[in-house]
C-alpha cells in the first residue's frame, strides 16, 4: 500500500566509518524486495533505518511519496518481523497479537475479529490462548508474522526471519511467506537474508550490498535487479561470486585479441578462449578474470575450440546431479578446482582425463577493476 | 569440622604425596580440637552439652571415614551449621517461652532456695568487738551497751570454728587492731562463731559489730522450709514460680518455673498485651509492605531510568545512587536521627526557614513512622535498583523495538513489558525484603527506638516500634524484664516469617518449573 523510497541513504556512528553508504533504492508499492549480503554489509542497518529503529545519518526516506525520517517507528505505517521473533513472554499468543491494536486504540470486538482473521489465515487458531514459550519456532514464526500482519501495514519488514528455524521448516515457511504475499500481499515488502536461496526465491527484487573496500568505492549496494538479472548478468566479481551455487568459476586471463563478436583471452597454460562479451574499453594485453558457471561447462573429447584439458580430481554424486572437480592445471586459479555440473547418473570416474568445453555465449569476463563486460548474449 | 572433611586417608591413591600428608594432619588436629571442647565443656560442669558435642563428632568422623557415606561428607557441615545457629537458639528461645524466665524468676529452683536457706535473722543490735592480736593467735573483745565486756578464748584464723567467750569484769588489756588489719582477716572472722555464756551464738555482721543471728528458714524432711520467725511452713508453688507461705505471701526470689502456653494465652488474651501487640503487629505489617513497595518503586523506577540510552554520565549517577548502600547503616541512620531532630535538625531548619513549620518528627505519631518509611526507602532502594537493572539489562531489546513499532511511549514499555517481566524473577526478593523488614530492629532501635511511646499502654512501647524492637524492649528495657514473654513473641514473629519463607521457596519452584 505504500511505496519505500531511499534517496543517498548514509548511515554512521559517533565517529566511525560509514555502515550505510550512499542507498537509492525505489520499491514499489506491492513489491517484494529482498537485501542479502555477506555479515557486517548493513542490510540490517538498512532495514531498521526504513523500520525507524535506526536514525538516519544522511540522505531522504520517503514512504508513500513522504519523508518519514524524523519520523516515530510507530507514525511509518511499518510492521516488522524480528529475528528472535520479540514475542512478549508473558502475554498469550492472541494478546501478543492484539498488543498494536489496543495501543492504537481499536475497539474490543474489532480487535477480536481481526485477531481471528489472521489466526485463521496462518492456521495458529488452536494455539491463541498458549504463552510463547508453549510453542515449537515454526509456530513463534507464525505468531510473529501474525502481529505485524494484523496490523496492516503499508510496508512489511523481515529481518531474517528464517534464520533460527530448521533446514525443513525453512523452506516450508519460505514457500508459505511466498503465497501469504502473493495472496494477501498489499504491503510492499522488505526482507533481510544472508541467505541467496532465500533472496533468488521470494525477491521481485534483489538489492545486493556488499561491505569494506568495496563500500568505499561503489557504495553500498553493489547491484539491484530481479534474482535472474543478478544471475545471469553479474554486475562485478563480488555479484559473480555470491549468487549462485555451486559458486563460478573464475579464471585469470590476459587478453589476446578483440573483435565486435568477442574478446579472445589466454589462460596461463595458454590456451586461447573465446568469450561473448563486448570488447569496449579493453586494450590487447589487459589482465582479466574469465567467469563461467559450473552447469554451463560441457565435457567434450575434442580438444579444440575454448576446449580446456584437465583430470577429474574429486566427484560429488547428489542423486539428481552430480559434481565433478576437474583439476585445474589448465588455468584456473592455482587453489580452486573448476567445478562442472553433471547430469545425476553420469559414470565419471576420479582420475579420467577430460576435455571441458567453455561456450562463448555463456562465458562472464571481469576487468581489471572488478567490473562485468557487457555480455552479447544476454538478453536486455 | 571442615578440615575433618578433607580426611580422605582411605581413598586409595598411588602414591601419599605431601598434600595427603598435610590433609591427614589436618584431619587429626580438627578431631583434637573437637575432642578438647568437649573436656572444656566437662571441665565447666556442662555434661549434657559434652556428651552432644562427643556424639556429633562420633558421627562426623564416622561419616568422612566410612565411604558409604561419601556424599554425606558434603553436608555434614552444612547441617552441623543448620543445628548450631538456627535450630538450637531457636529451640533454646521457644523453650524459654514455655517458662517464666524474667527478672522475678531468675534464678533456678535449687539457686533460689539455696538463697532463702542462707538468709539469717538477726536478734538485737548486737555486740562491739575489737580484735586482740596474741602471738599469731587472736581473741576478740565484745562489750555490750550496759558495759559488760567479754573476751573470747584465743584462736587462730583459717577453718570454722566455734570459740568461748568469757565474761570479764573490766576492758581487756591491749591495744586492737587496726581497721586495716581487721579487714585482712575478714574470710577468717566469717568463720567464727563466738558463744557467749549465756549461750548464745554470735556471728561477724559488720566491721566493728558481732551480732546474734539465726537461719530465717529451715528445710523439712519433706522438702518444705519453715519460717523460723513463726513456724509457718512453705512451700514451692511451681505454678507462680515462688516459695509461697502458708498465708498465701510469695517469697523473693522467685525461680524459674514452667508455665505451658501461659505466656502466649497472656499475649492473646490479657488486653494489656493483646492491644499492643496488635497495634504493633499493623504496624510491622504495614511497615514492611510499605517499604518493600517504596524501595522497589524507587529502584525500578532509577533503574530503567538508568538502563535509558541516551542518558549521558550514566556510571556517575548509577555510583551516586548507589552510594546509600555503601554507608554503614550504623552510621547513616544516626545522621537522619541528627537531621530530623526537632530543634536543632537541618531539616527543620530549612522547613522553618521556607514554610514557617517545625513538624515533631520524633513526637507525632504518624510524622515519626513516615521519617521511619522515608529513611529506610533511603536505605534499601540502592539494593532494589541493583537488582532491577540486572534484570532490565537481561530483556531483550528486540521487545521494545516491537513496542516502538506497535506505538508504544515509555509509560506501556514500562507497565505492559518491563514490570510484568521482572515481576516473575524480583517476587521472591520482594518477599525477603518484606521478610527482612519485618525484623529491622536497627533501624528502630537506632532512629526512634520506638519513639513517640503511647502512653495508654502498660507495657513500653512505642508509635514506630517493630514486633523486634517490642520484643527487644520487653525483654532488655522493660522494668520487668521478661525474657519468657519475649520468647514466646519472637516465637510467634519467627513462625510468621519462616510461614514467609515457605511462601517463597514454593514461588521460587513455580517460576524455575516453568521457565
Known sequence: ?380 | MTALSMRKVEVPSPRFSRLHAVVVLLGVLALLAALAIVVLLLAAHQPAAAAGVLAVLGVAVFIYLSPRFYAWRYVVPGVLAALVFIVVPMGYTVAISFTNYSSDHLLTFERATEVLLSRSNSDGAGLDFKLLEDANRYRLAFADEAGQHYLSASFAPGAAQRVKAETVADEPAGTALPLKRVIALQEALKQVTAELPDGTELHQSSLRRFAASRPAYTRNADGTLTDNADGVRIQANWAAGYWQRADGKTLQPGFRASVGWHNYVRIFTEQRFLEPFLRVFAWTVSFAALNTLFTFAIGVVLAVALNWDALRGRNFYRLMLFLPYAVPAFISIPVFRGLFNENLGEINLVLDQLFGIRPGWFSDATLARSMVLLVNAWLGYPYMMILSMGLIKAIPDELYEASALAGAGPLTNFFRITLPLIARPIAPLLIASFATNFNNLTLIALLTNGAPDYLDTAVPVGATDLLASYTYRIAFQDSGQNYALACAISSIVFLMVATLAIVNLKLFKVGREQR
Open chain 1, 1 to 380: 500500500m505504500a511505496s519505500v523510497t531511499l534517496e543517498h541513504l548514509f548511515k554512521r556512528y559517533d565517529g566511525g566509518a560509514d555502515i550505510v553508504r550512499d542507498v537509492s533504492l525505489e520499491i514499489a508499492d506491492g513489491e517484494f524486495c529482498v537485501f542479502v549480503g555477506p555479515s557486517g554489509c548493513g542490510k540490517s542497518t538498512l532495514l531498521r533505518m526504513i523500520a525507524g529503529l535506526e536514525d538516519i545519518t544522511g540522505g531522504t526516506l520517503r514512504i508513500g511519496g513522504k519523508p518519514v525520517n524524523d519520523l516515530a517507528p510507530s507514525e511509518r505505517d511499518v510492521a516488522m518481523v524480528f529475528q528472535n521473533y520479540a514475542l512478549y513472554p508473558h502475554l498469550s499468543v492472541s494478546q501478543n497479537i492484539s498488543f498494536g491494536l489496543k495501543l492504537s486504540g481499536m475497539k474490543g470486538p474489532e480487535i477480536r475479529t481481526r485477531v481471528g482473521q489472521i489466526a485463521k489465515v496462518l492456521e495458529i487458531e488452536h494455539l491463541l490462548e498458549r504463552k510463547p514459550r508453549a510453542l515449537s519456532g515454526g509456530q513463534r514464526q507464525r505468531v510473529a508474522i501474525g502481529r505485524a500482519l494484523v496490523r496492516n501495514p503499508g510496508v512489511f519488514l523481515f529481518d531474517e526471519p528464517l534464520s533460527n528455524l530448521d533446514a525443513a521448516l525453512r523452506t516450508q515457511t519460505r514457500l508459505e511467506i511466498a503465497r501469504m504475499h502473493r495472496e494477501y500481499g498489499r504491503a510492499s515488502t522488505v526482507y533481510v537474508t544472508h541467505d541467496q536461496v532465500e533472496a533468488m526465491t521470494l525477491g521481485d527484487k534483489i538489492v545486493l550490498l556488499h561491505t569494506g573496500e568495496d563500500m568505499t568505492r561503489h557504495g553500498s549496494v553493489a547491484q539491484v535487479g530481479t534474482p535472474m538479472d543478478l544471475y545471469q548478468n553479474p554486475r562485478n566479481l563480488f555479484v559473480a561470486r555470491f549468487i549462485g551455487s555451486p559458486q563460478m568459476n573464475l579464471l585469470s586471463a590476459q587478453v589476446v585479441s578483440l573483435a565486435p563478436s568477442g574478446v579472445t583471452v589466454a589462460l596461463r597454460d595458454g590456451t586461447q578462449v573465446t568469450a561473448g562479451v563486448s570488447p569496449d574499453g579493453l586494450a590487447v594485453g589487459a589482465k582479466v578474470t574469465l567467469g563461467v558457471r559450473s552447469e554451463h561447462l560441457v565435457l567434450c573429447e575434442s580438444a579444440s575450440g575454448n576446449v580446456l584439458g584437465g583430470r577429474i580430481q574429486w566427484v560429488e554424486h547428489l542423486g539428481d546431479t552430480t559434481f565433478a572437480y576437474v583439476d585445474a592445471a589448465h588455468g584456473g586459479t592455482p587453489e580452486r578446482a573448476l567445478v562442472v555440473r553433471l547430469p545425476g547418473d553420469s559414470a565419471v570416474v576420479v582420475g579420467d582425463a577430460v576435455g571441458l568445453r567453455l561456450p562463448t555465449e555463456h562465458l562472464h569476463v571481469f576487468g581489471e577493476d572488478g567490473l562485468a563486460l557487457r555480455r552479447l548474449a544476454a538478453r536486455p
